[in-house]
């Protein structure tokens, strides 16, 4: 170990009681802020995987315009083509063609108006968690024709239950006016409320016959492997899907939050909010560091002098001050990661479920009520560079300030 290192541990233990409060101020910020960055990571990421499992899928591939406008207008032919190649796109766990659109549906006096979604039964399991979902009664089957699932609150809106059949109409593809009777098969309670009151799930021959659609859908969703890799599933459907391939026109490949703006900003505010708070709480820490390295060179005046006049150069006195700032920086650093990765690790393992007022707060933004972590790489690095840059810029003030006294008042000031 060099020299200048050893002196160094030697003196931040001087005051042990300082040095000790320090690294503890130290400890606490870093446990915060890799705990609070994993816990923002993993809610997050529930955030986007309930929104997408339930609505878009990580991305979505429609014809050119269906963002804006939203009709059937805008579709995809669903050809064996198009099913080859988005069957054959990397880093896709499943995809689920869909057809949405509006319409009314009416059981006695009572109408509601509705988001009628037609899936197939067989693949739309492998994107969302729609036949999860159900409280009562099943989920709807190509086995049985003209079936329909309610969301929980649009049923109670309607006075609907299972076995009761409802009159559905709407406009179909050819503009001609549409009308058919629905039996409900089932029931199932959605997380976001918007959803919960509107949407009428049919299989996706049910809703290409009502519709007078043919082989078109509206959209394909494509769930992706993972969170981590939705721009790359992206480029590559648009690199697949390039030029047409659904046999009518171009098509669009949107990622979710294309397709939930709101949501990505909701997110992008949460996170400035927590960086805020931990800047703040990081930039404590810095001071807490200055303090102690400043008062440790005051209460060496004349030992620094008594150096300087033996002939130890300014730079090496520096050197020894800054590693002294260092050490304080590093050994809370290590402390804290210590402490903090296997916290954050074993409530990733075992998420909070949470009850009560906290629990209405997140489902009306489509969230089940569960706290989840997830330890990025990032995190932990990230922080240690960020504590580390915090000491180095603290240190950089008591280092000159002893590297740049003079022997003489050093030694009068004795």
Do not use: C
Request: net charge negative; no cysteine; proline share 4%.
């Amino acid at each position: 170990m060099p020299l200048e290192l050893r002196l160094a541990w030697r003196n931040v233990w001087r005051n042990s009681r300082r040095t000790g409060l320090t690294v503890a101020a130290t400890v606490f910020a870093v446990f915060l802020v890799v705990f609070f960055v994993a816990m923002a990571a993993g809610i997050h990421e529930k955030m986007i995987e309930d929104s997408v499992r339930v609505n878009s899928g990580h991305v979505t591939v429609t014809g050119e315009g269906y963002l804006e406008n939203r009709t059937l207008e805008q579709h995809l032919v669903l050809g064996p083509e198009l099913r080859d190649r988005l069957a054959s796109l990397p880093g896709v766990r499943g995809h689920a063609p869909r057809v949405t659109a509006f319409g009314l549906l009416s059981k006695d006096s009572a109408t509601q108006g509705a988001i009628v979604l037609g899936v197939d039964p067989e693949r739309e399991g492998t994107v969302s968690t729609l036949p999860e979902r159900l409280r009562r009664g099943r989920f709807v089957s190509d086995d049985t024709a003209r079936g329909l699932v309610l969301g929980e609150r649009l049923a109670e809106n309607l006075g609907a239950r299972v076995g009761d059949t409802l009159l559905l109409y709407s406009v179909a593809y050819s503009l001609e006016m549409a009308y058919e009777l629905f039996e409900v098969v089932g029931v199932m309670r959605l997380p976001a409320p918007e959803l919960d009151r509107a949407l009428a799930v049919v299989t996706l021959a049910d809703a290409q016959e009502f519709f007078a659609f043919g082989e078109r859908v509206t959209e394909v969703a494509l769930l992706a492997e993972s969170g981590d890799r939705v721009e790359a599933v992206q480029t590559a459907a648009r690199a697949a899907l390039a030029g047409g391939g659904n046999g009518s026109g171009p098509v669009e490949v949107h990622a979710w939050n294309e397709l939930m703006p709101e949501l990505e900003q909701l997110i992008l505010l949460d996170d400035a909010g927590m960086y805020l708070m931990l800047a703040i709480l990081v930039v404590v820490v810095g001071f807490g560091i200055l303090n102690t390295i400043l008062m440790s060179v005051l209460e060496r005046t004349r030992e620094l002098g008594v150096l300087l006049a033996l002939g130890l150069r300014p730079g090496a006195v520096f050197r020894l001050v800054y590693a002294e700032s260092m050490l304080l920086a590093g050994l809370g650093l290590v402390v804290g990661m210590a402490l903090a990765i296997p916290a954050v690790l074993w409530f990733q393992a075992n998420p909070v479920h949470l009850g009560g007022e906290m629990a209405g707060a997140l489902e009306l933004f489509g969230m089940e009520p569960v706290m989840t972590w997830k330890l990025k790489p990032m995190n932990p690095i990230g922080s240690v560079m960020t504590i580390l840059a915090v000491a180095a810029l603290a240190a950089a003030y008591p280092a000159w300030k002893a590297s740049r006294g003079r022997p003489v008042d050093a030694l009068r000031s004795a």
